[in-house]
């Protein structure tokens, strides 16, 4: 079983995967809508003995799919120097911080914003 969720209240999301991992959580996303139009993943996770496999693949997908799905323009990250490759072979792009999102976006240091591409 994987999950991702969301801490905006009212709006938890549980995902249960036709994964073979089903009998195990194996992976987190924790997302949060940080304004109106903008998701921000503050974390993901996935567990040592799974890496490599598309756990993290398939939760960033499924958040991107959410997203569209709901309308919200953008979907956000901090990522730490060692994810930055991994956020980008996932459509995410170096990027400044929008002005309209500066006050809402939580920030990190020895971070890199990206942003998912349109």
């Keep these: 079983m994987l999950f991702f969720g969301t801490r905006a209240r009212n709006t938890n999301f549980e995902a ?3 994964h073979p991992f089903a009998a195990q959580v194996v992976g987190g996303l924790v997302f949060r809508r940080a304004a109106a139009d903008c998701f921000e993943v503050s974390f993901l996770c996935v567990a040592a003995s799974h890496g490599g496999v598309g756990v993290g693949s398939t939760l960033v997908d499924k958040l991107a799919a959410l997203a569209r799905r709901r309308r ?15 956020w980008a072979e996932h459509g995410f792009a170096k990027a400044p911080v929008p002005k309209t999102l500066d006050k809402w976006i939580n920030h990190y240091s020895a971070s890199t914003f990206m942003a998912l591409a349109p």
């Design 16 to 18: 249960t995967l036709n």
């Design 72 to 86: 919200v323009a953008r979907v956000v990250t901090h990522a730490d120097e060692a994810a930055v490759s991994f």
